[in-house]
């Protein structure tokens, strides 16, 4: 069966600090890629998503950056924190054999900016 | 572009009681819809998806219907638990994004459920 992983479950980091944010996927080759952002009693914000490696498309403007090095892998970075990057980060993945298949979701990381 | 509604919450029910849900949607062309339901601190699980008009989704006693004449997907179950309190998150995914299953949320419902 499929399985997907992210970590830290926390973080705390210090404005200016960079991020680093790892999402891994087992069970499943080629699979489509999502970052979302939640922020505190707020629906979800698609950041990112990859279709392939190397492939990122992004959805929003941002102080965000993420990368694909592998298929399986999906990372999302910064090189320096803001406050407003406070939130609760979901990796999500999905079959990559069109636009219906529904999305299965990590158990987020929440990040908090000091 | 397409959006989601979902009533606003928190959706306070005793246990045993009927629930409902309403979602309502705008979308181009014929989307899938998804039911989610994220329990505190964790992320968002599936619970149950209808791909077509009329088609019915259902898991854990869940159901809903697609109801293309009314763009809508009510989420109902006949007889809620305290351990179903949670948030419940309704979602689109637009067939026409290519490979890549571009999901838009509703903004959720938060559930709680008291004995």
């Known amino acids: 069966s499929q399985t997907i992983h992210q970590w830290p479950a926390t973080l705390v980091q210090p404005v200016g600090s960079p991020l680093s944010l790892e999402c891994t996927v087992e069970?499943?080759?080629?699979?489509?890629l999502y970052w979302y952002r939640q922020a505190a009693g707020r629906g979800l914000q698609l950041l990112f998503y990859s279709v392939g490696i190397g492939q990122i498309s992004s959805e929003v403007p941002q102080n965000l950056s993420a990368s694909r090095p592998q298929d399986r892998q999906f990372i999302l970075s910064s090189k320096k924190l803001l406050l407003s990057d406070s939130g609760f980060y979901l990796c999500?993945?999905?079959?990559?054999?069109?636009?219906?298949?529904?999305?299965?979701f990590g158990d987020g990381t929440r990040l908090s900016i000091l | 572009g397409n959006s989601v509604t979902q009533m606003e919450g928190p959706v306070t029910l005793s246990e045993e009681a009927f629930l409902t849900i309403n979602c309502t949607y705008t979308?181009?062309?014929?989307?899938?819809l998804f039911w989610y339901v994220q329990y505190p601190g964790e992320g968002l699980q599936l619970l149950l998806k209808a791909t077509k008009a009329d088609d019915k989704g259902s898991n854990k006693g869940f159901e809903a219907t697609y109801r293309k004449e009314t763009t809508s997907f009510h989420l109902e179950k006949g007889s809620v638990q305290v351990s179903d309190s949670a948030v419940y998150f309704c979602a689109l995914s637009d067939p026409n994004t290519g490979t890549a299953s571009k999901l838009t949320f509703g903004t959720g419902t938060r559930l709680q459920v008291t004995l």
């Open positions: 999500a993945w999905s079959a990559g054999q069109g636009a219906r298949q529904p999305q299965h």
């Open positions: 069970g499943t080759s080629n699979p489509n």
């Open positions: 979308a181009t062309g014929y989307p899938s």
